[in-house]
């Protein structure tokens, strides 16, 4: 498993320095994007729906 580990590694930061030297963005840049837009879309979801189910929560008269 860390001789596999070690090998994605070597081929990752290998495509990153040569897309620098192109000023072009790689496959694995566009996918990590694309998860933490997930991610913050998600999170934002949940602390809305939280939010809104507490003030529906709330006896106001």
């Given at each position: 498993?860390?001789e596999?580990?070690?090998?994605?590694?070597?081929?990752?930061?290998?495509?990153?320095?040569?897309?620098r030297?192109?000023?072009?963005?790689s496959?694995?840049?566009?996918?990590?994007?694309?998860a933490?837009?997930?991610?913050?879309i998600?999170?934002?979801?949940?602390?809305?729906?939280?939010?809104?189910?507490?003030?529906?929560?709330?006896?106001?008269?």
């Amino acid at each position: 498993m860390k001789e596999l580990f070690q090998y994605y590694w070597i081929r990752y930061t290998a495509s990153r320095e040569l897309d620098r030297e192109r000023g072009e963005v790689s496959a694995t840049t566009v996918v990590m994007a694309a998860a933490l837009v997930a991610l913050a879309i998600s999170v934002g979801a949940i602390i809305s729906t939280r939010v809104r189910e507490k003030a529906n929560s709330l006896n106001l008269g």
